[in-house]
């Protein structure tokens, strides 16, 4: 949906429009957990909080939108401010948030899932690490579970994760991949 | 809760609440420099000469106007995400240059022996201590304000509402202020709204998350 739509629903929406209000947030939470996602790739439970910390202070800041000004702009500016918040409380190391504008958040390039740049990172890992962090992290199998589908030993599937979130944590901090 | 859920939850009440942000802004505004005005008519009285003054407490209450003027709409700006300073930073900035400007043309013109009183204003300035302090109820105001609206920059923000405190208490300290040297005014007017923005900017970063 394009700034002038979505504005329209703004629009619609503080003048008691809850029908206009209702598909204006899904989109817009459509679209912020994309982006989060993109830009907290490791923690889509930690970008799934912070869609709906977004969503909550857009309504209850909802009365600082200024007809005359875009959207996507005000929209843009307190998914930042959160997500940069969010970045200093957790203090995380690694997840950066770049600067962009307001486009990157409204753009449909990727699906945004992240698995795009899980496959990359995993490609840097030998097959036995990548295929048990597959299965346990992203399929969510039980360790035996795991060890019994890939052949091999519960204690070997533990250290395998092991070593292989070890290795993947270096590549991110390094930046490569 | 669902993200679903809490869509739906929101959904139910989209009317935006209450007079618009301006408004409260502008009550605040008058609030604040009623309070000023009478405090300082209260403790210090207006000054004895009062009508033979009355271009210099003009000119002085002027001077500290402009700083209100530039300041406030740059307030309203940084309360709402995703807006710009929209040229007032700079604004604040060309006047504060015209200050210096004014103490260097009034200072060169002066004789050697002339220049510390001018400066000074006889003693220690002590506008740059009282217009903080009778600034600091109001600077309260406005960031009570303020945590209503969306400041996405808190640091900034609280600068801004603490320089237009201080224009405002300056505004009325210059209905008591004796010294008339437009070194003198043009000098410690600015210190202290400068001071007060500081002191804003640094009650900002704690005071003005949300």
Known sequence: MEETALHALMVRSLAGDSGAYTTLLKHLAEALRRYFRRKLFQQPHEAEDLVQDVLLALHTKRATFDASQRLTAWVYAIAQYKLIDHLRRSKRRGVMASIEDETSLFTDEGDGTASGDIDTLLNHLPEKQRETIRLVKLEELSVREAASKAGISEADVKVSVHRGLKKLSRIVKDGEG | ?210
């Open chain 2, 1 to 210: 809760m669902e993200t679903d859920a809490l869509i739906q939850t929101l959904a139910r009440n989209p009317k935006a609440p209450g007079p618009p942000a301006a408004a409260w802004l502008a009550i605040s505004l008058v609030a604040a420099l009623a309070y000023s005005v009478l405090a300082i008519l209260i403790i210090a009285g207006a000054r004895p000469d009062f009508v033979a003054g009355a271009p210099w407490v003009a000119a002085k209450a002027g001077l500290s106007l402009l700083f209100a003027l530039a300041t406030a709409p740059l307030l309203l700006r940084l309360s709402k995400p995703g807006q710009t300073t929209g040229g007032w930073l700079p604004l604040l900035g060309v006047l504060l240059v015209g200050c210096a400007m004014t103490v260097g043309g009034s200072l060169a013109s002066m004789a050697d022996g002339e220049r510390v009183r001018a400066f000074t204003g006889g003693g220690f300035p002590i506008c740059a201590i009282v217009i903080p302090t009778l600034a600091a109820p109001s600077a309260a105001a406005l960031f009570f304000w303020l945590r209503k609206q969306a400041p996405t920059q808190p640091v900034l923000a609280g600068m801004t509402a603490g320089a237009l405190s201080g224009a405002l208490a300056a505004m009325a300290y210059a209905l008591t202020c004796p010294v008339d040297s437009a070194a003198f005014v043009a000098t410690w007017y600015p210190v202290a709204i400068l001071a007060c923005a500081a002191l804003g900017a640094l009650a900002g970063k704690f005071a003005l998350r949300w």
